[in-house]
């Protein structure tokens, strides 16, 4: 072989024609633009959050604990503190707060801290300067939606409990809560002295002790984790550290990670196929001058590598101009994902991920270029005297088989390195083996059903145009695969983007309750109820709540089921320990699914003992099924129960949920308070319902979480639209592929076009024998890549991403009505200058 | 007179450069002759034969050809036109590759509507051009001679007034050349087709009535051939 001829030869033929293939190259540079803005934000989101992870903590070490820190460990903080190191508390508790300046009243988050606290960062405060002065000299900061919901100014008074509190100023940025966090539950900030003196915590309250420690020195805080785990574990304490928090932020990000991992394989696939369409259309174009230079002796070798070297310079070209869009969409993607990210991202370059994406960029089109590429190898001389010359004879081609291995391990690999998992890469790279494999087959046997039921009576226009489909040279199975293909990756996404969406729509729906009322006595019920405006009564369910540990299951208590360190069937302390607030019902909820056992109505031998239903994850940890007995303690009296079903339940459904569900009547004369959830259109009604409600019964409290649901649409909306931005790349990228497979066959159309109007046809009759091929290979086509799309995305949707199925129907009919209209479409317009020049410029030999 | 061409001029931009191929050529057929065109290569012949059939727009001048102005229609009137009057067989055949023979030869008619009226005539044409075995083939399974006989079948099948021939018989040899010239001069004969014809055989030449011999885009001989 004569490489530097090679060289010279890539380098002159690629001055001609590489221009109008080079188009279609756009189809890698969008594949890489997405892998390099996915990769480059995954990394920037993960970096910020790790360098901000102090800040995000607003500490290195925190305990925390739902009850107040037991003496062992306020032992072990006090003796830390002794020998230097920066401690403050926190304490976190719900309480109704009134504002009479407004008569407003409002459940609000309320936090008591120490002086210190954070220490890392700073709180921005209006008027500035008051964090922490104002809270240690008795007054009160408070968020500035609280200002909102309360209507009431800074110098106002609040009622918080015993105490009447002046708002100092209103807590602009503290840094260790995420913005929409505020939004949602606002919340208010005193000193601990003052929590005290409002009497708000009494034994049994509700509420979250936290102790911030200052450890800077990564060795000590490891001594500190090894010397007291054992403590913390059975004290119940949560023991969290910077580092940790940021990992377990940085993977509550990842919500998107298996859809932006299906975007960027769907998007650089896309990229390979486009690639290969182009490398044919070029190959195609340079078949003379390759049979030319056979002629005059140039090596197979030679002419191989010559085409090569451009399929890598313009994989090259377009992968490099793929890294510098990925880097634009990296700096979009934080601004359109603002307020929905834990910290603020600051998009960096990643050498990583621009280099892996120019390398795969190049890769993938160097392994699609090959297949057709070897066609090259293939021209014969005889081509250069016979124009029409076939080689009919298709022989067994080691090369070639040895081009589509090279294709299935690329595929295969991209799998592996895009899915979250190995196995599920692989389990991708199968499917998509699969749809090819199906697409190429639908193909085949069109070109054989065509000519099997040929249209013989049909006009003239319309014969030639079907003929064209399994005639020598139809392009019936490449473009099956490539449009077929095309249209399935971007039905696919599409789809799994409508359920996504559809998903994040139906837990915030429209008629959903949004208020929340608890601490109702039971006489209270319907007394609360009259206060309702009349058009929510109705709708407003009042359900019990029981307070009740377990005692037993199966008879043996608890303390003796955990002492069994050994034991398979050892409860989680969780589970076991904890206070269970239990209700009865008479139906499942909306949120409820049955996966395991019957409803009341369901017969059931229980030996006279009352049924009761679990949650899974409860079941789960407390090694029981149904069938199983536990015995609970209700107010000092027993009751055994046996487990009669398992309920799977949706906890970000924001509806009244519980783990373990009574039979209705067992829990009757039991202690209980109520809550109610109702749902009151309007803001007005609601502010009114709740300043009666404190009039008329100050215990109850209500929570409006109407303004939550605002807040959470917000950060829903902004991530749709970086779904739908995201899911638009692999569109584009999808109507490139189309443009350049149909451009394979544009010359050879033109071609025929010219001559048939030397021949005497008309413009009319030209356009009606391509639409007939284009339009017949365009619905088909893409019907056949949408249906898979539909099977792959029924499969996934559950699967992978855990949401409901959707059929979207009418999406999915706009994709087939516009990509058949735009292969018609494209297909003609390669053919439009035949059909206004003078054809003898086509015909003439070159 | 079935061709009348005034002052054509055909001029393409090469490489930003003006380049005339074609130099005010007056040329006038009677009906029912046989016109050869001989000159050297380059010298315009094809370009001009394309410009008399319509193929291609002239810089300046007109053609009227059976007494209609084509450059003063559009392309699909010219193409009709052609459909109608006009047959042409190409320097290298062009048959459409995905058409049998048979389909290939019956194109202008179909154009028409006519195929499946005068699908005896196609099959006839290809029987007197020595291909009733090879109808069903396709082009890339015919040699050059065959396809080139296919071509010929084609531009006779709709009987035109006017058949335009660029070196009809480059691609064959003695054998077959004589039986597509004679079949030529029959066609002319018979159907009283007007014939011009590029060529570089002299002795072909010298079967026509008249030989016209071009020479850088110019006419610079127009005598009575042998056939005359
Ligand atoms: N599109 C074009 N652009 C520039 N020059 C052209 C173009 N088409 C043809 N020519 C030039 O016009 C001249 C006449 O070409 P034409 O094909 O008519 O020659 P010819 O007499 O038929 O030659 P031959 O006997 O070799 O077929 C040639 O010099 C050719 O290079
Ligand atoms: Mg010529």
Known sequence: ?846 | MIIQAHGLEKTYLSGGHPLTVLRDVDLEVAPESFVAVVGPSGSGKTTLLGLLAGLDRPTRGRVILDGVDIFASTEDERAEFRARRVGFVFQSFHLLPTLTALENVLVPLELRGEGREHRDRAVDLLARVGLSGRMEHYPSQLSGGEQQRVALARAFVHRPRILFADEPTGNLDGETEKGVVSILEELNRESRTTLVLVTHDLSLAERAHRIVALANGEIVSDRPGGGA
């Open chain 1, 1 to 846: 072989m004569r490489f530097g001829f090679a060289v010279r030869l890539a380098a002159r033929e690629s001055r001609h024609g590489i221009r109008r293939v080079g188009v279609y190259m756009a189809s890698i540079t969008l594949g890489v633009a997405a892998l390099v803005a996915i990769h480059s934000f995954r990394d920037d989101v993960a970096r910020s959050v790790r360098e901000q992870a102090e800040i995000l903590l607003g500490a290195d070490v925190r305990l925390a604990s739902n009850r107040p820190l037991p003496d062992s460990v306020t032992r072990i903080v006090d003796s830390l503190s002794a020998a230097g190191v920066a401690v403050a508390r926190v304490t976190t508790t719900g309480s109704m707060v009134l504002a009479p300046a407004s008569g407003d009243v409002r459940l609000i988050q309320l936090q008591a801290v120490e002086p210190g606290y954070p220490f890392y960062g700073s709180v921005r405060t209006s008027p500035s300067g008051e964090w922490p002065i104002a809270l240690t000299e008795g007054g009160v900061l408070v968020d500035p939606a609280v200002l909102t919901q309360l209507r009431v100014d800074l110098g106002d008074t609040l009622v918080v409990g015993r105490e009447r509190l002046i708002i100092r100023g209103a807590v602009d940025d503290l840094p260790t809560t995420l913005g929409y966090q505020t939004a949602v539950g606002p919340r208010i900030y005193v000193s601990p002295a003052t929590l005290a003196s409002a009497g708000l915590l009494t034994t049994g309250s509700l509420a979250r002790y936290q102790a911030f420690l200052r450890i800077p020195d990564p060795e000590a805080r490891q001594a500190l984790v090894t010397r007291y785990e054992d403590v913390f574990e059975q004290t119940r304490v949560r023991f969290s550290t910077a580092d940790g928090q940021a990992q377990e932020l940085s993977s509550s990000v990842e919500f998107m990670g298996e859809f932006l991992a299906l975007v960027g394989l769907g998007a650089l696939l896309l990229g390979g196929i486009g690639v290969a369409s182009a490398i044919h259309v070029y190959v195609k174009e340079r078949r003379p001058s390759v049979a030319v230079l056979r002629c005059l002796g140039a090596r197979q070798a030679t002419l191989f590598t010559a085409y090569l070297l451009q399929a890598a310079g313009m994989g090259l070209a377009g992968s490099a101009a793929g890294v510098v869009l990925g880097v634009l969409v990296q700096r979009v993607l934080p601004w359109a994902l603002a307020g929905v990210l834990p910290v603020a991202v600051t998009p960096r370059i990643s050498l990583v991920a621009v280099s892996a994406g120019l390398g795969i960029g190049v890769w993938v089109s160097v392994m699609f270029a090959l297949v057709p590429l070897l066609e090259v190898r293939n021209v014969p001389p005889l081509q250069a005297l016979r124009r029409d010359f076939e080689d009919a004879t298709r022989r067994r081609d080691p090369a070639r088989v040895g081009a589509y291995l090279g294709v299935l391990g690329t595929v295969v690999l991209l799998c592996v390195i895009e899915a979250p998992e190995v196995g599920l890469g692989l389990g991708f790279a199968g499917g998509l083996s699969v749809v090819v494999a199906l697409l190429a087959g639908f193909g085949w046997s069109l070109t054989h059903v065509v000519r099997r039921f040929f249209p013989s009576g049909a006009p003239y226009p319309i014969r030639q145009g079907v003929s064209n489909l399994f005639r020598p040279r139809n392009q019936t199975v490449s473009l099956t695969v490539a449009l077929g293909f095309g249209t399935f990756v971007v039905g696919t996404i599409i789809q799994i983007q409508g359920s996504l969406l559809d998903d994040l729509r139906v837990s915030f729906g429209e008629d959903r309750p949004n208020v929340l009322l608890f601490d109702i006595q039971e006489d209270q019920v319907d007394g609360v109820r009259a206060l309702l405006p009349e058009t929510s009564r109705g709708g407003a369910t009042a359900t019990p709540l029981v307070s009740s540990r377990i005692v037993a299951i199966h008879g043996r208590s608890i303390a003796d089921l955990r002492a069994d360190t050994a034991s398979v069937d050892r409860p989680e302390g969780w589970a076991s320990r904890r206070e269970y607030r239990n209700t009865s019902r008479v139906e499942l909820g909306p949120a409820e699914a049955l996966v395991e056992g019957g409803w009341w109505d369901d017969p059931m031998e229980t030996g006279g003992l009352p049924r009761v239903s679990l949650e899974e994850d409860v079941a789960e940890s407390l090694r029981v099924g149904v069938g199983d007995r536990i015995t609970w303690n209700v107010a000092g009296v027993e009751i055994e129960s046996m487990v009669s079903s398992i309920r799977q339940v949706d906890w970000e459904r924001l509806e009244p949920n519980f783990f373990a569900v009574f039979e209705p009547g067992v829990l009757d004369g039991a202690p209980q308070t109520v809550i109610m959830v109702a749902r009151l259109e309007d803001a007005e009604e609601r502010a009114v319902f709740q300043r009666s409600l404190v009039g008329a019964f100050p215990n109850v409290s209500a929570l409006d979480f109407s303004r939550a649901q605002l807040a959470i649409d917000a950060v829903l909306s902004r991530v749709r639209q970086a779904i739908a931005f995201l899911g638009a790349f692999s569109a584009m990228a999808g109507m490139v592929v189309l443009m350049g497979s149909l451009s394979a066959s544009a010359s050879q159309r033109m071609r025929e076009a010219a001559l048939l109007k030397t021949l005497g046809a008309r413009r009319g009759q030209i356009l009606r024998i391509l639409l007939v091929e284009y339009v017949a290979l365009g619905t088909l086509a893409t019907a056949t890549g949408l249906v898979l799309a539909v099977i792959a995305s029924a499969v996934m949707v559950p699967t992978l991403f855990q949401v409901a199925f959707h059929l979207h129907a009418g999406t999915l009919a706009a994709i087939w009505v516009s990509v058949a209209v735009l292969t018609a479409g494209v297909g003609l317009l390669g053919s439009r200058r035949v059909l206004t020049q003078p054809p003898l410029e086509v015909l003439r030999d070159r």
